[in-house]
């Protein structure tokens, strides 16, 4: 089976509204589908690489290559775990958390999207906070990065609520525009008391290799 070579098929994480897991290639395709739609107001630009300025086909496409290209690319010491985000069975976004040297570091980053017509539900709280307990609770995380803009309130809005502080400032080029981004932070010790809602966690003893992790070095 391609699970027994590739067992992040089988991780699946689910909070008392969502389910977060990999997706089919029929989902990938829904996926492709959400963002061609759109993903945020067309006046602003939230991501540092601007792939939703692509007209909606090649947007999508490069949902499902992006997606492609994650997989292939994996390995123990520099992997981006991108799954699907699904509400009452449909697909309503992305939500990705990533590390370099993880075993070493035990520091992740995260980042995400919605679907437009998702969006101001308290989805992207549930979602990130579902990735959180995996990085910590089921990967031994230290400390999780995330960043945003400074013209997108609802992300820092996010990251209030699950206990993430400052930690510094950067500055990027953005659609010819000089823009700032400011970097937070969430170490363990203030995930443990900002613990948002319940998640579950199937699946992910025989992923912990993929990781770069013996089942004692997670715990």
Same mark, same amino acid.
């Given at each position: 089976?391609?699970? +027994?070579?590739?067992?992040? @098929?089988?991780? *699946? #994480? $689910?909070?008392? /509204?969502?389910? @977060? ?7 990938? =395709? ?9 993903? /945020? ?12 300025? #692509? ?10 290559? *992006? *997606?492609?290209?994650?997989? =292939? ?6 992997? !981006?775990?991108? @799954? !699907?985000? %699904? $509400?009452?069975?449909?697909?309503? =976004? ?7 040297? %993880? ?30 307990? #995996? ?6 995380? *230290?400390?999780?990065? &995330?960043?945003? %803009?400074?013209?997108?309130?609802? &992300?820092?809005?996010? &990251? ?6 400052? +930690? ?17 932070? @969430? ?16 699946? #992910? ?5 993929? %990781?770069?992790? &013996? $089942?004692?070095?997670?715990?």
């Amino acid at each position: 089976m391609l699970m +027994d070579h590739w067992p992040l @098929l089988g991780l *699946h #994480l $689910k909070t008392p /509204h969502l389910e @977060l897991r990999l997706p089919s290639d029929e989902e990938l =395709g829904q996926l492709a589908d959400l963002a061609a739609a759109g993903v /945020h107001e067309p006046d602003r630009m939230p991501f540092i690489v601007p792939w939703t300025d #692509l007209p909606p086909a090649e947007r999508a496409r490069s949902v499902v290559q *992006h *997606h492609w290209l994650r997989r =292939g690319t994996w390995v123990p010491d520099n992997w !981006a775990l991108n @799954l !699907a985000v %699904f $509400k009452d069975g449909r697909v309503v =976004g992305l939500q990705e958390v990533a590390a370099r040297d %993880f075993a070493v570091l035990r520091q992740v980053s995260t980042a995400s999207w919605l679907g437009v017509r998702h969006q101001g539900q308290g989805i992207g709280t549930e979602m990130r906070a579902a990735v959180l307990h #995996l990085a910590f609770a089921g990967l031994g995380a *230290h400390d999780a990065l &995330s960043g945003a %803009f400074e013209d997108n309130p609802s &992300s820092f809005a996010v &990251s209030k609520k699950l206990g993430y502080e400052q +930690d510094g400032v950067e500055q990027y080029s953005i659609r010819d525009v000089r823009v700032t981004m400011r970097r937070l932070r @969430l170490p363990r010790v203030r995930w443990e008391t900002h613990r948002h809602g319940a998640t579950t966690i199937t699946g #992910l003893a025989p992923c912990l290799p993929l %990781f770069g992790l &013996s $089942k004692e070095a997670a715990l």
